[in-house]
């Protein structure tokens, strides 16, 4: 399985970007797809969650502002990012797991920088 992260670049507070992350291999047993941020000196954190019917969870600081979607039958799973504020710098990082696992039981693509400016 791999994970391939596009659409991270330097944007302007209440501007927009629009991540990509493309999954390849025998992924078919693997149904939830998601983004996850580490910001310097932060640990990671859950951004958006979306499971292969649709399923979403969002973590409170970006509901509102970001949508997860995602394209089954080319294994793809987007983030539209709108509205974005200077605390949502980070490295971007997709996932991919089998429901009822953990993060780290899953794989991980390979991370795409956000910056935004103030």
């Known amino acids: 399985v791999q994970l391939q992260a596009s659409g991270g670049g330097l944007v302007r507070a209440g501007g927009s970007l629009k991540l990509s992350c493309a999954a390849s291999g025998s992924i078919f047993s693997f149904n939830v797809m998601g983004w996850y941020r580490q910001a310097p000196g932060n640990q990671r954190e859950l951004v958006a969650t979306?499971?292969?019917?649709?399923?979403?969870n969002y973590t409170d600081s970006v509901k509102g502002r970001f949508t997860i979607s995602r394209d089954n039958a080319r294994g793809i799973v987007y983030l539209q990012m709108n509205s974005l504020k200077p605390e949502d710098t980070a490295v971007y990082h997709c996932?991919?797991?089998?429901?009822?696992?953990?993060?780290?039981?899953?794989?991980w693509g390979q991370g795409t920088l956000v910056t935004v400016s103030s």
């Open positions: 996932n991919l797991r089998r429901l009822g696992s953990t993060a780290d039981a899953g794989y």
């Open positions: 979306i499971t292969s019917s649709g399923r979403t």
